[in-house]
């Protein structure tokens, strides 16, 4: 007969596995929060592993193996994936940054994160912040032209957890996009 | 009692027995298949639909392969990828997919003790609600894939 010492022991290794299931599980979020007087807000949930599934499955002209074709005449003769590699390779620094009465723009690379900072001047005015690990854009490029590798940038993207993706303040709302082990309720 | 009559009521027990068990396997195959739920409220009209899904089961069992093809040609190249995904849903924890709030009015889809629910209250009244067994859909999605 077990003990009844041995019983939360017993306890926890029966719900250790389910523990380690929950934790692996990675969620994209995206959340809408309207200003205080309209009250709205827009919540979505989604577990990686739903979007990691279907996209090696989907088949059409455009999209193949979790990877996206798109017709990019604009850029012809720019490899992307060499640009990318010469952004990895290039030391932290500000690349681009844009000052004018109305608003200031700020392009960088810092610890392996692009960053886009948009600050309209102005009380009220928008603030966008996007913050990509540089990881995910290169996993997103691939040696044919024009062509984007989803799957490959999910799988990086699910390693990412908790900071904001994107961060958009605008007219009292406020757009944020992030990754983490959450499934939404917290 | 006479030997006709005992073999009468062998007979009689038997058929019963089997229907009995009949009954209780049909009973077995609606419970696993789950049922389809929609309550709606509009203009004081009040409408609760429970279907068993088993029914569409059967309906989608006996329907002409060729019908269901020619309906599903379009998504046809995207019910592999539906049956995935719907297959990964079913496997992660209970989640609110989307959550929609304006006021007192609310569109939430959740997935939730094995089904995929979506509610709709309209200034804080129940409106609609549908609830989907997601094992069930699966298994519609992944027939009409074959």
């Known amino acids: ?186 | 009692m006479s030997r006709g009559s005992r073999w009468l009521l062998i007979l009689l027990l038997g058929g019963f027995c089997l229907l009995a068990v009949g009954a209780v396997a049909a009973a077995a195959v609606v419970y696993h298949a789950g049922t389809v739920q929609v309550d709606l409220r509009e203009s004081g009209t009040d409408l609760h639909v429970a279907l068993p899904a088993a029914l569409v089961d059967l309906a989608l069992a006996v329907a002409p392969t060729a019908a269901l093809r020619s309906a599903t040609r379009e998504a046809e190249p995207y019910l592999p990828a539906i049956v995935a995904a719907w297959e990964e849903l079913e496997r992660v924890p209970d989640f609110v997919l989307l959550e929609v709030r304006s006021g007192a009015d609310l569109v939430l889809v959740e997935k939730r003790a094995g089904r995929l629910v979506v509610r709709v209250d309209e200034d804080g009244a129940s409106r609609l609600r549908v609830g989907l067994p997601l094992h069930t859909v699966r298994r519609w999605v992944a027939r009409l894939a074959a």
């Open chain 1, 1 to 186: 007969m077990i003990g009844k010492k041995w019983i939360p022991a017993v306890l926890l290794a029966l719900l250790l596995p389910l523990q380690l299931v929950s934790a692996a599980e990675r969620w994209l979020h995206v959340r809408v929060v309207g200003d205080a007087e309209d009250g709205e807000s827009v919540s979505v949930n989604l577990p990686l592993s739903v979007i990691e599934s279907f996209l090696p499955l989907i088949h059409d002209e455009h999209f193949r193996d979790g990877k996206i074709r798109m017709d990019l005449d604009d850029i012809e003769g720019v490899q992307l994936s060499e640009l990318l590699a010469a952004l990895r390779d290039a030391p932290d620094a500000v690349f681009v940054k844009v000052n004018s009465p109305d608003e200031s723009v700020r392009v960088a690379k810092e610890d392996g994160f692009m960053l886009v900072h948009v600050d309209e001047r102005g009380e009220g005015g928008d603030k966008v912040r996007v913050r990509v690990p540089l990881q995910v854009v290169e996993a997103l490029v691939t040696d044919e032209p024009g062509e984007l590798d989803l799957r490959k940038a999910l799988e990086r993207l699910a390693k990412l957890d908790g900071e904001d993706l994107v961060r958009i303040e605008s007219d009292g709302e406020l757009v944020r996009i992030w990754i983490d082990h959450s499934n939404g309720d917290s």
